[in-house]
C-alpha cells in the first residue's frame, strides 16, 4: 500500500487518511476470486475516540485524462 494521505476534517467528516483498495465480491465465479480484485476504490480511514479503526467508502477511483484510474496528487487536478 502507499503511504496515507491526509484528509482535511470538516463539520460531518473526520480527520484521517484515504486509502486505496481493491475488493472481492465473493461470487465463486467471479473474476476477482483469482484475480487483483474489484476496484480501485477510495476510502476514508480514522481512528474513533477509543482508538478503533473506521473508514467510509468515497467511491470509485476517478479516470484520469489517459483513461488509467489513478489517485490525484495533492493540490493537482486529478
Same mark, same amino acid.
Request: with cysteine; aromatic share 6%.
Given at each position: 500500500?502507499?503511504? !496515507? %494521505? !491526509?484528509?482535511?476534517s470538516t %463539520?460531518?467528516? !473526520? =480527520?484521517g487518511?484515504?486509502?486505496v483498495r481493491r475488493v472481492r465480491c465473493g461470487k465463486p465465479t467471479c473474476r476477482? @476470486? =483469482? /484475480?487483483p480484485g474489484h476496484g480501485p476504490y477510495l476510502y476514508q480511514v480514522? @481512528?474513533?475516540?477509543?482508538?478503533?479503526r473506521c473508514t467510509r467508502y468515497l467511491g470509485p477511483l476517478p479516470l484520469v485524462p489517459n483513461g488509467n @484510474?489513478? @489517485? %490525484?496528487? !495533492?493540490? /493537482?487536478?486529478?
Open positions: 500500500m502507499t503511504e !496515507p %494521505a !491526509p484528509a482535511e %463539520a460531518d467528516q !473526520p =480527520t487518511w484515504t486509502e476477482c @476470486r =483469482t /484475480g480514522w @481512528r474513533d475516540e477509543q482508538g478503533h @484510474r489513478q @489517485r %490525484a496528487e !495533492p493540490g /493537482g487536478t486529478g
